[in-house]
C-alpha cells in the first residue's frame, strides 16, 4: 500500500483502489484491490528468462526512466537489510560483506516475472522499499543469464548504475540473493552462470550453494 503513496505515477504500475483485511480465527489475510492489466508479462512461467523476447528501444528506454524515478521516491522500509548482507556475502559470496552500503529506493524483485511487455508495467510491489544501488538492475541481469544478448542488453542500458563501485556492491547483493535461492532448490539450470557471474566480479570462486534459512 506504500508504494500506492510514496511512488510518483510516472512509474508505471497497477493502480491501488482499496485494501481489505480480515481474520479467522488464527489466520490473518490482507486482499489488494488493483488495476486489471491486460498486456502480457515477459515471462509468464518463470521469474528468469530462457529467450529473448526482442523488446523494443523505447521498452528499455521507459525501464530505464521508471527506475530512475523510483529511485529518487521516498522509501517506506529497508528491503534488503545489512544484516542479511552481513551473513550472505560470505555464505554465498565467499567475499566479507562491504563496509558501506549506498541505498536508494527501488522495486526490490525486479524480474522478468514482474515486467510486461509493451507498454512498460511494473507488477508485484510487495517488496518496493530501500534497496542497495544497482540491486534492481542487478537482479534483472542475473535473471538474464541464460539469455547473453539480453544480459548485455542490460549491463548497456543500466552501465551508468552497474559499473560503478556502489553499483557494484547492488549486483552482488542481488547474486547473493539468487544464489541463497539455488540453496533452496531454484534455479538450477541457471546456478553455473550465477557463479560465475559472481566470480567475475570478486576474483573469488563462490562455495557451492547449501541449504541456508538466512532472511533478508
Known sequence: ???????????????????????????????????????????????????????????WAELRRALAVLAEAEGAKVTVRDEWIERAFPQFLGI???????????????????????????????????????????????????????ADRIRLEFAAVLDTPAGRVGELAALAEMLQAVARGWYPELAPRLLARAESLTGVRPPVPVHSEVTA
Request: glycine letters at 8%.
Open 96 to 150: 566479507p560483506a562491504p563496509a558501506k552500503v549506498q541505498r536508494v529506493t527501488g522495486h526490490g524483485d525486479l524480474h522478468w516475472g514482474n515486467l510486461t511487455t509493451m507498454p512498460l508495467t511494473l507488477l508485484d510491489w510487495e517488496r518496493w522499499g530501500r534497496v542497495p544501488y544497482g540491486y534492481d538492475a542487478g537482479l534483472l541481469h542475473a535473471n538474464s543469464l541464460l539469455v547473453p544478448d539480453v
Open 1 to 59: 500500500m506504500g508504494a500506492s503513496l510514496l511512488v510518483p505515477d510516472a512509474v508505471p504500475r497497477p493502480r491501488l483502489y482499496d485494501v481489505h483485511d480480515w481474520t479467522d480465527g488464527e489466520w490473518a489475510f490482507e486482499a489488494e484491490v488493483l488495476d486489471y492489466v491486460t498486456h502480457p508479462v515477459v515471462s509468464p512461467e518463470r521469474a528468469d528468462l530462457g529467450h529473448d523476447p526482442a523488446l523494443p528501444d523505447e521498452w
